[in-house]
């Protein structure tokens, strides 16, 4: 059996058999990981600590026919700010759960790790909005895993899309907006005004250390949230229970 070690995150945890846990890591080297952690709810075990959601590990796996095994685990950093806030925990379980669901095992790209490594820093960080931020990682998302929604060409014909009476449509189905001879074909589209399309824009393509910047309230953050919401199921096929979640602590 061949060893390996990782830079990872927690993004996922479940009980298994009488005392172990199986563990979905998000790694820098190998893309997403789920590894058996044996004995690791027993109080004493070396892995009890280092396999909680968020976890971010410097660990030692290794590799078996069927699961592999995580053997050694020492927590590089707890992110503990984010057990503590029932809010921030909300959006943080949220973008991990997304992450689970959208990207496939063993991609050995590195942006996915990057882009959920730098989220956590800044839902960490009490002073930042959480909002812009997380509809920044989702849009970024989005795009590294080749879904990258339209948001200036008509999805439908490829030409520009011009607003009518100061808002588009957006279609979940399609991933991206219609122009006005395409949106009436555009079935289940939403409304976007142009501040909120505008603000999707600057989330899309902007440094997401700076998605606090963009002023995401009221109208707007409603018709941002039906948009992606509807696209991201599209995308995930099933309602996550992070999303259902959160939602609840939203309204
Ligand atoms: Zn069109």
Do not use: W
């Amino acid at each position: 059996m061949a060893l390996y070690n990782v830079d990872g995150i927690v993004i996922r945890v479940r009980n298994f058999q009488e005392a172990d846990k199986i563990v979905v890591l998000l790694t820098r080297e190998e893309g997403k990981v789920e590894a058996v952690a044996r004995g690791a709810r027993r109080p004493r075990s070396r892995l009890a600590a280092a396999t909680q959601l968020f976890s971010r590990l410097r660990a030692q796996l290794f590799s078996g026919r069927s699961l592999d095994t995580l053997s050694q685990a020492e927590i590089v950093e707890s992110f503990r700010q984010l057990r503590e806030d029932l809010v921030r925990m909300a959006y943080a379980t949220y973008a991990c759960e997304l992450m689970d669901a959208l990207l496939p095992e063993r991609q050995r790209h590195e942006a996915p790790f990057l882009l959920l490594l730098t989220s956590l820093h800044l839902f960490n960080e009490p002073d930042l909005p959480p909002e812009p931020l997380l509809r920044a990682y989702e849009l970024k998302l989005l795009s590294m895993l080749g879904f990258r929604p339209s948001l200036t060409a008509c999805v439908g014909c490829g030409t520009e899309a011009v607003q009518q009476n100061g808002s588009v449509r957006f279609s979940p189905v399609l991933g991206g907006v219609l122009c006005p001879a395409c949106s009436a074909e555009g079935e289940g589209a939403v409304r976007l005004s142009l501040g909120a399309l505008e603000s999707m824009k600057r989330l899309l393509d902007g440094d997401i250390r700076r998605a606090h910047v963009v002023r995401l309230g009221g109208e707007v953050a409603a018709e941002v949230d039906q948009a992606l919401s509807a696209y991201i199921l599209v995308r995930t096929e099933r309602r996550l229970k992070s999303k259902e979640f959160l939602d609840t602590l939203r309204v």
